[in-house]
């Protein structure tokens, strides 16, 4: 086989849509960190899992039926929306610092999704703060981020449909992404917590899975 | 209790005859003004212009379309929260459907179900939980079966449901917990 034999079906899989049509007519779209994150989410006895974003009935029955998980509910899209419209985003840093009302190291799994890439750099990181002092020692936290430049105003909700699979569904937002953060720029925001993977999605998502030192 | 006998029952367009009150310990019932309701299951319905402070207890299923603060107990029956219903209170039942609004935490034996347009603040136990896709919800969420309807505070028999470990879980004993980080590029 030759070189350009080699390279002719690496063309083709480009044209390949990352979003394999559902049953249904909802676009499926691929996850590679959510299998690791659900084992060491299950890892833990009973475990208890923070979503920072709007609540999803098929995750909530899949996290509390399937894996009997306890589950946090704190939607921060909201949280963003409601100052972002009330003008008062500069509060943002400050709110975030008292927002959650969960104990140090109490948590076993974050579902951060891709509230970061939305938030100025002060928020973000009262926000990474946060979420590094609730987390358990050997917890997780599951985050997208952007590698494409924004183009809307939209927040999108990740249905879970399996291990390895998301359904992707935007709803209206009153604020659009924010700068694309660097790698590196994404682990000094988590400075407290390791890099535990990083997988590169066709559809310009960077999903990263963080861990927590064990103490 | 509200089952009627058809041979009584009042022509189309006239008043529906006076209602036996309903078994609950506050405020007053209005039994539901559809003359043409089946009424073989017992249900109550609280109107909209209802208003209750205190401790709800019942044992038949319960509507409720005003506004209830405090305490709702129904052991082995259904409350359900109508869209026009205010709760403010911690609610003890069988199962409890939520169409409009409810603050305070919600212990169901059997299932909670927040529907479109239904919020929900407060802490969430029950073995089932819905939530559809238009209803609000903040707070926590406990599957596991503990806590019964009508003893606040005492969980009853904990019982952790089976589960299943995801595809690839024996991965886990297999790789460090100090691993590298990886890279990878991929989907």
Wanted: net charge neutral; aromatic share 6%.
């Amino acid at each position: 086989m030759g070189l350009l034999d080699r390279i002719a079906p690496r063309r083709n899989e480009t044209e390949v849509p990352a979003a394999a049509p559902a049953s249904v007519g909802e676009p499926l779209f691929a996850t590679k960190a959510l299998r690791k994150f659900l084992i060491n989410l299950t890892s833990h006895e009973s475990p208890v899992l923070l979503d920072l974003g709007p609540v999803v009935g098929g995750n909530v029955t899949f996290f509390g039926e399937q894996l009997g998980c306890k589950i946090f509910v704190e939607d921060i899209f909201a949280d963003l929306d409601r100052h972002a419209r009330g003008g008062t985003l500069d509060a943002l840093p400050e709110f975030l610092k008292t927002r959650f009302p969960q104990a140090d190291g109490s948590v076993d799994g974050i579902l951060c999704w891709d509230i970061i890439d939305y938030m100025d750099r002060a928020a973000a990181q009262a926000l990474a703060n946060e979420l590094t002092r609730v987390l358990r020692p050997d917890g997780a936290l599951l985050g997208f981020f952007g590698t494409a430049p924004p183009r809307d105003s939209r927040y999108t909700k990740y249905v879970i449909v399996d291990e390895v699979n998301l359904k992707h569904r935007p709803y209206p937002a009153s604020r659009g992404r924010q700068a694309i953060l660097l790698n590196r720029d994404i682990i000094r925001l988590f400075h407290g917590l390791r890099v535990s993977d990083s997988f590169l999605l066709q559809n310009n998502l960077r999903e990263i899975l963080f861990r927590k030192p064990a103490s | 209790m509200w089952k009627r006998d058809e041979s009584v029952r009042p022509a189309s367009g006239q008043p529906a005859a006076p209602q036996p009150p309903a078994n609950v310990t506050a405020g007053a019932p209005s039994p539901r003004p559809d003359a043409s309701h089946n009424m073989e299951k017992d249900i109550v319905n609280i109107g909209k212009s209802v208003v209750i402070k205190g401790e709800l207890n019942g044992s038949e299923d319960l509507t409720i379309e005003g506004h209830v603060e405090g305490t709702i107990q129904l052991r082995d029956h259904v409350l359900t929260i109508g869209p026009n219903g205010r709760i403010k209170a911690q609610v003890f039942a069988k199962a409890v459907i939520v169409l409009g609004e409810v603050m305070g935490n919600v212990t169901a034996s059997d299932k909670v179900d927040i529907r479109d347009n239904g919020s929900v603040d407060g802490d969430i136990v029950s073995p089932r939980v819905a939530i559809a896709e238009g209803a609000h919800f903040r707070g926590s969420v406990d599957m596991q079966r503990k806590g019964t309807p009508g003893t606040p505070g005492q969980p009853k028999g904990e019982v952790k449901p089976a589960a299943p470990q995801p595809a690839g879980q024996q991965q886990q004993a297999q790789t460090p917990a100090g691993a590298p980080a990886g890279q990878r590029v991929g989907a």
